[in-house]
């Protein structure tokens, strides 16, 4: 039972230095980082959780760095088939009637010509609302300071 306890804590300290990732310099130095990726033509290297260090291409080995996996091809092969183009929202709108030479055009939705606060309120209600109210009252004040 011990053995398997000891097998444990060793294999659970042994799993974070497993996945670290090892920047290698050209000048000779390494680093012992948690991720290291490229980005907008620079080197980036996540060394600890709160440093972030970038380096340009031409101070890392990158063949050391970044070594090619065996599938790459795999991947280049799945990004060379075209995929079907997701629609744009003109071409889900509702098409209009077809103008005589086969094209269809985009409906739009209609605006209304003046807006909602200055139309005048509705006969059948019986209070006017709490906004028009306001306005109307102050632009009496207005008329009266005058």
């Known amino acids: 039972m011990r053995m ?9 300290l042994a799993t974070p230095s497993l996945a670290a990732k090892v920047v290698y ?15 907008q033509g620079k080197v980036q290297v996540l060394i600890n959780r709160d440093t972030l260090a970038t380096f340009l291409p031409s101070e890392v080995d990158m063949k ?10 795999d991947r280049h092969l799945h990004a060379a ?11 889900t709108a509702a098409p209009q009637k077809a103008s005589g030479k086969g094209i269809s ?4 939705p209609s605006v209304p010509k003046q807006r909602p606060e200055m139309s005048p309120p509705s006969p ?10 306001q306005k109307r009252e102050m632009q009496e004040r207005l008329n009266e300071n005058n």
């Open 25 to 39: 310099l050209k000048d000779g130095g390494a680093i012992n980082a948690k991720s290291a990726w490229r980005s």
């Open 4 to 12: 398997v306890i000891t097998g444990l804590v060793l294999l659970g």
């Open 64 to 73: 050391r760095t970044f070594p090619r996996r065996r599938h790459a091809a």
């Open 124 to 133: 059948g209600g019986k209070e006017e609302g709490t906004i028009r109210k």
């Open 81 to 91: 088939i075209p995929q079907k183009a997701a629609a744009t929202p003109a071409e």
């Open 105 to 108: 055009l985009p409906c739009l």
